[in-house]
């Protein structure tokens, strides 16, 4: 097998996911594809050994791809998208896989295409990738070129258009419910519990403040593991925050089912949870008193 042989079965191993990102960010079949072919046109020009993670490398290619045709159509809005649901209705045109191509046409319905097309084409890609792929916001800011606090910015003001408007209505409520178990598990410690709800790629970030204050705790005689800016699987989440999160509530996080530590009724520290398929994707954890200046928390 030559390079470029070898070259396309590895990025064919990619399509599906590269396939449903792009059509998550333009909410068109075609444009979806021509992003596929750029990506792939860039990816045939690269020596394979300058691509260390190939799925990471393929799917930031992709949301830059999609970025730059999101800006062309502020140009050219007279092409806007045919809202009336006939581009989902033909997803499966083409060379694809037709199962997948179900899926993408369930989950991207005219409704939730309108919204997503009056938002900002810098905040349409950090609300999917983020919310919707659970791509770490220290991996979005770059594709944008924009700072972390200015992507995270990006996905909420876009997260606070869409919720209620277009999701399901009881889209929140199902977050509620896998933040609420993991809570639940997190207070009587129960940690076969705990690995049920998160994802087994779940990764736990947390910022320099609560990182200090966990280790104050561990100071006084608090038993829990070393809470450190970066904690990466299942079981290592898991052992991490087994008790440590049973003082928090349930909250509404930028319009995202959350958790908060609020004693007082103020909140000391924020849990801001990223739910990917009934699983937990993504908890971010703050406690500096600037961060938490820009969260809109409404605790239950």
């Known amino acids: 097998m030559d390079e470029k042989d070898w070259l396309a079965e590895r990025f064919e191993q990619h399509r599906a996911k590269l396939r449903s990102v792009a059509y998550r960010m333009l909410g068109s079949v075609a444009e979806a594809d021509d992003a596929i072919q750029e990506t792939w046109l860039k990816l045939s020009r690269l020596e394979s050994r300058e691509v260390e993670n190939m799925g990471g490398w393929l799917t930031t290619v992709v949301a830059r791809v999609c970025l730059d045709m999101l800006r062309s159509r502020k140009s050219r809005r007279e092409e806007a998208l045919d809202t009336t649901g006939s581009d989902a209705a033909r997803v499966g045109e083409g060379p694809s896989d037709p199962e997948h191509d179900v899926l993408l046409a369930d989950a991207m319905g005219p409704a939730l295409l309108v919204v997503l097309d009056s938002l900002a084409p810098t905040e349409r890609v950090a609300f999917v990738l983020h919310d919707l792929f659970g791509m770490p916001f220290e991996e979005i800011a770059p594709i944008m070129g924009r700072s972390v606090v200015a992507a995270r910015q990006l996905a909420s003001r876009a997260r606070r258009r869409i919720q209620g408007a277009t999701l399901p209505d009881d889209h929140v409520e199902r977050q509620r419910e896998v933040v609420s178990a993991f809570l639940l598990a997190s207070r009587e410690g129960d ?97 500096d008193p600037d961060a938490l200046k820009r969260f809109d928390v409404e605790i239950d």
């Open 191 to 287: 940690f076969n519990q705990l690995l049920a709800v998160l994802d087994p790629d779940v990764v736990l970030r947390a910022d320099a403040t609560a990182i200090a204050a966990a280790e104050a705790n561990r100071g006084r005689g608090v038993p829990a593991p070393a809470l450190s800016s970066v904690v990466r699987g299942a079981e290592a989440v898991a052992k991490v925050l087994g008790r440590s999160a049973r003082g928090a509530r349930l909250a509404i996080v930028d319009g995202a089912a959350g958790a908060a530590w609020a004693p007082g009724g103020q909140p000391r520290a924020v849990f801001a949870f990223t739910v990917v398929e009934g699983k937990v994707a993504e908890i971010e954890i703050f406690a």
